[in-house]
């Protein structure tokens, strides 16, 4: 009767040695084909991005070139059409003034703007993770949701 049990047992433990033997293996297996498809992906975004950035370059340049040729044409643009289209990283007089107005208005006492610098930031629309972010933090503000009295 022992040995009848001792068999048992010795079976059941073969058993899991060869399951986990066999499972290491398509794991391992699995895991070399993970392994080789996803380093097509890099690549393929590799060669994308790199794509890209040679357009960008290219436009870039051409870019360059067509503004030193219609450097007369487009200084007219820009004082006929405002300070909407001048370059992004640059704050007009009457936008400094602007801004001191509307933070007078805000604060009601006279304020003296010292500097105003814009801020490189990537387009909003572009980045999901960004607005859903600021969503999240927009949410958490909402007084009526987390159900306080006043």
């Known amino acids: 009767m022992a040995n009848m049990y001792l068999l048992t047992a010795t079976l059941v433990i073969a058993g899991w040695i060869v399951l986990l033997i066999a499972l290491r293996r398509g ?4 895991c070399d084909e993970l392994r080789l498809e996803f380093r097509r992906q890099i ?9 890209l950035e040679r357009t960008i370059a290219t436009r ?3 870019a360059q070139g067509e503004s030193t040729v219609t450097s007369a044409g487009a200084a007219s643009e ?5 300070p909407l289209t001048q370059a992004s990283d640059e704050i ?12 007078t208005a805000l604060l009601g006492r006279k304020v003296h703007v010292r500097s105003v610098k814009l801020l490189a930031t990537p387009d909003a629309a572009s980045n999901p993770w960004a607005q859903n972010g600021r969503a999240v933090i927009q949410a958490s503000h ?6 306080r009295e006043s």
């Not at 690549?43 to 794509?51: C, G, P, R």
């Not at 909402?142 to 159900?147: C, G, L, Y």
């Open 43 to 51: 690549d393929s975004l590799s060669a994308s991005v790199t794509a």
């Open 60 to 62: 870039n340049a051409s």
């Open 142 to 147: 909402n007084f009526s949701q987390r159900k």
């Open 78 to 82: 820009d004082v006929a059409q405002g």
């Open 27 to 30: 794991l391992a297996r699995r």
């Open 92 to 103: 007009t007089p009457e936008i400094l003034a602007a801004i001191t107005k509307t933070i």
